[in-house]
């Protein structure tokens, strides 16, 4: 059973710095690209950073170029999102998501987190 279990979220002020993890078990994750989704109140859970097996490939949304930065860690099978210089409309729930391939599509071949809570006080 694959188990994706998020850590690293709390209440910081704006302008702080989080760095979430997030840990896989129960199965291989070679060949799997791994990232971060959000939720805030009230919106839809949209995308945030993605990167590849060999960590050779990231993206990002628009709104955290420059802020966040993804990476991993296969031999611990773990997942690291550093945010930097965060701001209140970062607050939300972040999910922790694999699927295997490059891509990081929503559909039913993902796999999720149970998310952890950010909040960024103003």
């Known amino acids: 059973q694959v188990q994706l279990v998020e850590s690293g979220g709390g209440l910081v002020q704006a302008g702080d710095s989080l760095r979430l993890s997030c840990a896989a078990s129960?199965?291989?994750?070679?060949?799997?690209?791994m990232g971060w989704f959000r939720q805030a109140p009230g919106k839809e859970r949209e995308f945030v950073a993605r990167i590849t097996w060999s960590g050779g490939n990231t993206h990002y949304t628009d709104s955290v170029k420059g802020r966040f930065t993804i990476s991993r860690d296969n031999a611990k099978s773990t997942v690291y999102l550093q945010m930097n210089s965060l701001k209140p409309e970062d607050t939300a729930v972040y999910y922790c998501?694999?699927?295997?391939?490059?891509?990081?599509?929503?559909?039913?071949?993902?796999?999720w987190g149970q998310g952890t809570q950010v909040t960024v006080s103003s």
């Open positions: 998501a694999a699927r295997r391939g490059e891509r990081l599509i929503a559909d039913s071949s993902i796999y």
């Open positions: 129960g199965r291989t994750f070679s060949g799997y690209a």
